[in-house]
C-alpha cells in the first residue's frame, strides 16, 4: 500500500509481512482514512494466520483471535476498523471445522472480499453524491475522504470524480487540514492527479470563502456515526459544518454503512482520540512552537446530526431523521443483505 | 525591535537603519500586529528624516513626504500604519518654518509620543476589558494581538495580562494561526514568558474546544474596523466569530480607536491584502503540499458587526449599535482629546 505519510514528496509503496509492522502503520498513518484502516486491518489478520501456519487450523484461530485483539488497539475512533476485525473473526470462528489450508483462503476471501465492497460502496456512494451536485458547482471538502483513505474512488471525493464522468465541471476548496495536513498532502495531490481543479486553503480560510467564493456544497467523510446522525470525523470537520450552516451551504457527509454504529445511541459517545503535542508544535520534526507548551490534540470531532443536511451511504442518500433513516438503510431487504445489520455484505 | 519571525526560536533584536530595511521588515513581517507596524512606521519617517541631514528643511520635508508614500505600500489591510503616517506627515507640514534640527526634534517627538500612546492605550483597554473576564475564566485568542504587536501590554492579551494584576485566575486557549502560526510562535511564547496558562490548539479545534472545553469569552485584536462596526483582523477571525456566536461565547474585540476607519461605511470596503501560496504550501522551506497546487491566501477576514459583543477600546468598552458608539468614543470632549477626531492623543 502507498505510504501516505511521505506524500506529496514521494510515491512510497510499504510491503507489509507481519502484525506488528501493520499496526504501526496504522498507528502511524501510513495508512489512514476510516475504510483503509479496516481493509488493512482484515489483511493483517490473513498475513497473521498465514504467518503461523503451517499449523493446526485451532493455532491459526488463536493467532487470528490474537493480531485481532492487537490490531484492535491501532487506534480507537474509526469503526471500519472494529468492524473488519469482527468480520474476520466470525469467518475464523465459522471454519474451525475446516482444514488449515481451507481456513487459511476462507480469510484470504474474506479479506479481498471487504476490498472489493469497499470498490464496489465507493461506486455506489459515488453515484448517490453526484445527484447532489450540478454543472459549475464548487465543493469544499475537510481532510482527505478521497481514494488513498478506501480502495476505490474514496468517500467524500467519490461523488467529485463521479460528477466529472458525467460531464459536469465541478471545483474544489482543499482545506489543508491541521496538524496532519491530509488535504494538503494527500487530498490536493489526488485530486491534481486526477486533473481536478482544486484550491488549496488553510482551515482558518473556510469561513471567509464560504462568504466570498460561492461555495455550493461541503463534502466530508466519517469515521465513525452514531444511531442518530451525529458525526464523527477530522478534528475541524464540526467547525466546518457550523460555518456551513451559518452560510446555509449543504454540509454531506459521505460514508459506507460500516461506519454507523448502532451500539451508540449518540455523538457524546463516540471516544476521541487525542494524539501527541509534537504534531501541533513541530513542522518536518522541527519545533515552531515554544519547548513545553502545553497542548490539546484531539484527532476527531463530533458533528451533530442538527448540522448534518444527508448522510450518504452505498445504499442512497440519506436524510433526517437519521434515527430512522440510517437503520432503514441496512435493514434486510432480501437477496443481497447479510444476516447481521448494519453489516453490509454484498456480491454472494 | 524584535525580529518576530525568528521567535519562539531565537530572540534577535533588529536594528533598523534606513527606510528600505523598515518597508522589507514590515513586508515580511520583522514585525506585525497593528499597533506595532503603526508606530514602526512613524520612527520609519524619522530615520528618513535624520538620513537626509543635513539639509534645509524643505528638503527634510520632501524626504518625509517620499519615506511615508514608500512605507503606504508595505501592507495595505492594517489602517494604523496610514493613521500614524499621517500624524507624521502632519506635524513635517506645521513644521515647515523651522530650523531643520527643531524639524527633526518635533518628528521624533511625535514618533515616541505615538509609541507613549499606545503604552497608555494598552494599559486602559487592559482596565476596561478585565472587567469582562470574572476569577477562573477560560479565554480563547486568535493570532497574536499581545504585547509583540504594540509596544505595551497588547490589545486582545491586555485584558488578560491586567485580570492576573487583579488575582484573578485566567486560562488561554491559543489558536495556532496558520498560515503563519502567530499564535504557536508569538502569543503561547509572550504568554508563557508571563507565567499565563496557555494552552495551543490548531484553528480547527477551536469549534470542538468551545463545545468541550467551557470558554468563557473570545478575545481578539483588530486591524481596521469599519464605521458600522465591521473588523478586519487576522483570517481565520470571522470563522472564530461565526463558532463563538453558535456556542453564545461572547466575542470581543480590543484596539485603539486608531483602528476605528470612519472612511469605510462597512466591512466589505476594507482591503483584503493577499499573501504568497508558499505561506500556505512550505513549512521552514520545505514543501507539503503538491508543486504547483493552487492556493487562495488572504491576509485577512472581515467579522460583521452583529457577532461582535462588544468593542473594546481606550475609551471603554463600546456596544451595539456601534454606528454611534464608535463615533461617540472618538469625539472631542475637551482637555485630552485631539482636534481631528479619529486620531486620539494623550498625554498632552
Redesign the interface.
Known sequence: MIDQTRL??ELVYLRIRDVRALWTAIQTLQVRGAPAIGIAAALGIVIAAQNAAPASTAKLAAAVEAAADYLATSRPTAVNLFWALDRMRRVAAASQALLPAVFLDRLAAEALRIRDEDVAMCKAMGRHGATLLRDGDTVLT?CNAGGLATSGYGTALAPIYTALEQGKRISV?A?????L?QG??LT??EL?EAGV?????????????M?T?GISAVMVGADRIAANGDTANK??T??VA??A??HAIPFYVLAPSSTFDFSLKEGSQIPIEERGSDE??H??G?????????????AF??TPARLITAIVCEKGVLRPPYETSLKKAVAPTGDNSSPNPPIITRGK
Chains 1, 2 share one sequence.
Open positions: 506529496p514528496a475537510h476548496y482545506d489543508e487540514t491541521r496538524p495536513l494538503a498532502r490536493a495531490w491534481m481543479d482544486v484550491t488549496l486553503i488553510c482551515d482558518s480560510m473556510a469561513a471567509h470563502v462568504k467564493r478534528v475541524g464540526y467547525g457550523t460555518l450552516a451559518a501541533i508544535t513542522s518536518f522541527r519545533p515552531h512552537a515554544p519547548k513545553g507548551v502545553k497542548t490539546f490534540c484531539p470531532d463530533v
